[in-house]
Every structure is written in structure tokens, then in C-alpha cells.
């Protein structure tokens, strides 16, 4: 550790679980080898970083706005960078554009941020630069759960997706370095964690050492092995990369929580293909049906993109239809945003905004019905629950296996622990129960 005074570091995260693993990572490199500690008052930073998000448009044009702000409140030697999925696309056209931004970092530069904070006008976001055998000091922002990055990249071609021109192609991060990093956090009191990629049930398809074997399936087994561990979780897998070897893995390993995120994007086939998504409306729906029959209590969470160029009503009929049959637990909607260098962007589209709202609107309203009919459904059940955040009414919060959050009293501090719950009421977003 330096002998010099800390350098306070303010950090803003917009976006994916993906860029808040590399927030952590950057802050661990800052705190680590820089000397930085972390400040919330971006008037006392001494470097200002904002991680940005590019999936949709909205956030892209409020970064200026925002680097402005910030250039107001700043103090006045403070530095500031961009990194992230922006940095990637817009490159030196920020500092052209905002010349006090100090530096810009792409996506798939985490590790250079020690380099990068040194050398004003520092730009780096080639896309085929390759961290994966980087590795990152910890940085726990969660005491009981990690996340884990196992693959960086993306080597799809969804149409609609700036993602593979802001994090380039997909080279899957080495087992052993996984498996260690995962064992040095379970000895420093991790239970659980959640593993990273932007298609996780493809690990295994490149690494950088062409030596290199694994699947994702030999990938879970090896994790579950670590004996403290006691939870994994993993966000996203592909559904087209959904053999029955995955699933019987997922529904088998006790180790796996059975809360699974599969990104369904549109119900209509014909969408599916526009999108080059790779799968359709009777495989999407057959692989979920396959996991409720298999897994009694499991929680299915989606995306879906509303308004794509192409979608017809008929085809939005599909992913309503998809929508009723599958039940999702949770789903995250989008009104199709096009982006630049996609090839998307040049399909001409038959929907208007007033339609794409009302689409969004209609998948919104038929998933609150959904919940509102499932939620008492609970009552009576037992989750396993892990406890994490202690309320300042005394109350405690965890999250089942399934991935509901939970609220109990207990006189007893049960941080950290892993107890079975009896549901004895739901709310539209979380259950309470008992411990027994
Ligand atoms: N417009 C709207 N939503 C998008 N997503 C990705 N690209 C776009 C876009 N151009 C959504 C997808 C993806 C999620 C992370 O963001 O649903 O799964
Ligand atoms: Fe984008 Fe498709 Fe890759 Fe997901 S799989 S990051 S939606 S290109």
C-alpha cells in the first residue's frame, strides 16, 4: 500500500450486470494499484468515470448533456473518462465533441485503466483486444454474492444488436482462472454466484489458448464441485444453445437456482428470423415448457423488444400468444431502438411509435394480470432463502432460490445464512413469510 494520501474516485454505472462487473474491476485496479477510495459526491472526486450503455439509443444522447453537467460540478482538476459500450462506438468523436473529457475506454479495456487515467487524450476501444487471461483484483460490493465473468464478447449477429461492435467477438475466459476466482471469493464468505457473458451456454466455443476445453454444462459441474460455494446463477444463456444436455444440467444441479433469464425478444417467427435470432416461436416455447415440466417452482424472466421495423400485427399477436402460454415471471420490454451499424437500421418499418407504444403498453398490462393471478400462489410454499440486507426496521431481506425477494422478522441475526421460509403474504414484487 502507497504512503500517499487517497484520491477519491466517483463512479456511474449505466446499463448491463456486465457493466457493473467492469465497474468493480476498475475500481478494484484503482483501489488496488492507484491508491483511489470511492466517494458518492461527485464535487469531491478527483476522477470522475461514467460506464455507459449503448443497447438503446436514449442513453447515448443523454450522455453530452450529462458530461456537461458534470464538467459544472467537477472540481476543477478532476478528471474525466468515458468508458463502456459507448466509448466503444463514438471513440475520439466524444473528446472531439466534449474536449475536458480526459480519456475514452472501450468495453474491452478494462485493464488498461491504470494506463488510461495517466495520459490526457488517452483513446483506446479496439474491439479485438483480448483481457481474458487479465486478472482483476476483487472489489465486493455484495458480501455474500460475487459476480463472475466467464466469456467476453458476442459472436451473434442479431440484427438489431450494437453489442457486437461495441464488445467484439466472443472469447470464452479460461476454467482455471474462473475457478479460482471463484474459490478465493467463496474463502472470503461468498455463497453465491452469478456468472456472466452475454451468452453463457456457448463458454467453450473460442478461447484464446486453442488448447483450451470446456462446455458451459463441464463448466457448471466443475463450480459446483467448490464445496462452500453454495448457489449459482448465470445470465444469459442463448436460447438457441438450449440442447436438453443444458437444461437436464439446469434442472438437476442442486446447486443451480432455478431462476432462469431467457431472452425471448420477439413470438413471431418470422420476426425471429428478421432478427437473426437463430430459433423459433415452437422451439422457444417447447424449451420452457420442457423447464416447468422438469423444475416445479422455477421463475422464467425475458426480453422483448416491441416495434422491431418488420413486425406486423400478426406477428406481435405471436408474442402475445408466447407470452400467455410461457407465463414469464419477470419481463424486461423494450420499444425497438434503432442502432447505428446494425443491420436493422436500414430495414424500412411498417410500425408506427403510436402502434409501439401501445405494444409496450399491451405486453406491460397482460404481464401485471399475470403476476397479480400468480403472486397468491405463493402463499403456503418454503423457499430456501439466503439472507443479505437487514432493514432499518428490523426486518430482514433474502432471495429464494427462485429468485423472489423475500421479507421476514426474526428476533436472531440471520445475515449470511440460507434458511427455509414459509410464504404467509405477496405483494405485487415481493413475498413475506416465516422462518421454520
Ligand atoms: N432496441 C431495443 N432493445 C434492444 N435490446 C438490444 N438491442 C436493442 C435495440 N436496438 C434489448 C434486447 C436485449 C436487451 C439487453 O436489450 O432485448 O436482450
Ligand atoms: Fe446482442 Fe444478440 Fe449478442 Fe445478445 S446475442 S448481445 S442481443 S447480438
Same mark, same amino acid.
Given at each position: ?11 456511474? /454505472?449505466?446499463?448491463? *450486470? ?15 494499484? &492507484?491508491?483511489?477510495?470511492?466517494? *458518492?459526491?461527485?464535487?469531491?472526486? &478527483?476522477?470522475?468515470? %461514467? ?13 453530452? @448533456? ?17 468508458? #463502456?459500450?459507448?466509448? @466503444? ?15 475514452? %475506454?472501450? *468495453?474491452?479495456?478494462?485493464?488498461? !485503466? ?6 490526457? #487524450?488517452?483513446?483506446?476501444? &479496439? ?5 481474458? *487471461?487479465?486478472?482483476?483484483? =476483487?472489489?465486493? $460490493? ?8 466467464? =466469456? ?6 442479431? $440484427?438489431?444488436? !450494437? ?24 474463502? #472470503? ?22 488448447? @483450451? ?10 463450480? =459446483? ?71 416445479? &417452482? ?17 406477428? +406481435? ?16 420490454? +423494450? ?33 401485471? /394480470? ?67
Amino acid at each position: 500500500m502507497s504512503s500517499l494520501p487517497n484520491k477519491k474516485l466517483f463512479i456511474q /454505472t449505466m446499463g448491463c *450486470a456486465m457493466n457493473e462487473k467492469d465497474s468493480e474491476n476498475m475500481i478494484a485496479e484503482l483501489c488496488i494499484k &492507484d491508491n483511489y477510495i470511492l466517494t *458518492a459526491t461527485l464535487e469531491d472526486a &478527483d476522477l470522475i468515470i %461514467l460506464n455507459t450503455c449503448s443497447v438503446r439509443e436514449k442513453p447515448v444522447s443523454k450522455l453530452f @448533456s450529462l458530461l456537461g453537467e458534470i464538467n459544472k460540478q467537477k472540481k476543477q482538476k478532476a478528471k474525466i473518462g468515458v468508458c #463502456g459500450c459507448t466509448a @466503444s462506438h463514438l471513440s475520439s468523436e466524444i473528446i472531439k465533441r466534449a474536449p475536458y473529457v480526459d480519456f475514452v %475506454l472501450g *468495453a474491452r479495456h478494462v485493464s488498461k !485503466i491504470t494506463q488510461a487515467i495517466k495520459t490526457k #487524450g488517452f483513446v483506446d476501444v &479496439d474491439i479485438d483486444y483480448d483481457e481474458t *487471461a487479465y486478472q482483476f483484483g =476483487s472489489f465486493e $460490493t455484495q458480501t455474500y454474492k460475487r459476480k463472475i465473468n466467464i =466469456s467476453i464478447g458476442c459472436d451473434k449477429s442479431c $440484427t438489431f444488436c !450494437i453489442v457486437p461492435n461495441t464488445r467484439g467477438s466472443e472469447i470464452s475466459i479460461p476454467k482455471e482462472l474462473i475457478l479460482q476466482e471463484i474459490s478465493k471469493a467463496v474463502d #472470503g464468505g461468498v455463497l453465491e454466484v452469478l456468472l456472466l457473458g452475454q451468452n453463457v451456454n456457448n463458454y467453450g466455443k473460442t478461447f484464446s489458448n486453442k488448447n @483450451s476445453k470446456s462446455s458451459f454444462v463441464e463448466l457448471l459441474r466443475d463450480i =459446483s464441485k467448490i464445496k462452500k460455494l453454495k448457489r449459482i446463477r448465470f445470465a444469459s444463456p442463448h436460447p438457441l444453445h438450449m440442447d436438453d444436455e443444458f437444461i437436464d444440467e439446469f434442472v438437476t444441479n442442486d446447486k443451480i437456482c432455478k431462476n432462469i433469464h431467457i431472452p425471448l425478444q420477439s413470438g413471431s417467427s418470422k420476426v425471429l428470423k428478421d432478427m437473426r435470432r437463430g430459433y423459433t416461436k415452437e422451439w422457444f416455447m417447447n424449451r420452457c415448457q420442457k423447464i416447468r415440466e422438469l423444475s416445479k &417452482d422455477v421463475r422464467i424472466s425475458t426480453d422483448i423488444i416491441v416495434g422491431f421495423p418488420t413486425e406486423s400485427q400478426k406477428d +406481435f399477436d405471436d408474442t402475445i400468444d408466447v407470452i400467455k402460454k410461457v407465463k414469464f415471471d419477470q419481463i424486461f420490454n +423494450f420499444k425497438y431502438s434503432s442502432r447505428p451499424n446494425t443491420q436493422a437500421e436500414h430495414f424500412s418499418s411498417i410500425v408506427s411509435k403510436e402502434q409501439a407504444s401501445s405494444r409496450l403498453e399491451q405486453v406491460i398490462e397482460l404481464h401485471k /394480470t399475470q403476476i397479480d393471478e400468480k403472486m397468491p400462489s405463493n402463499i403456503n410454499k418454503t423457499y430456501k432463502v439466503l439472507f443479505e440486507q437487514k432493514k432499518e426496521n428490523g426486518n430482514f431481506i433474502g432471495f429464494s432460490d427462485n429468485g423472489y425477494q423475500i421479507e421476514v422478522q426474526n428476533e436472531k441475526d440471520i445475515l449470511g445464512e440460507i434458511l427455509d421460509v414459509n410464504i404467509t403474504n405477496f405483494h405485487r414484487t415481493y413475498l413475506e413469510g416465516k422462518i421454520i
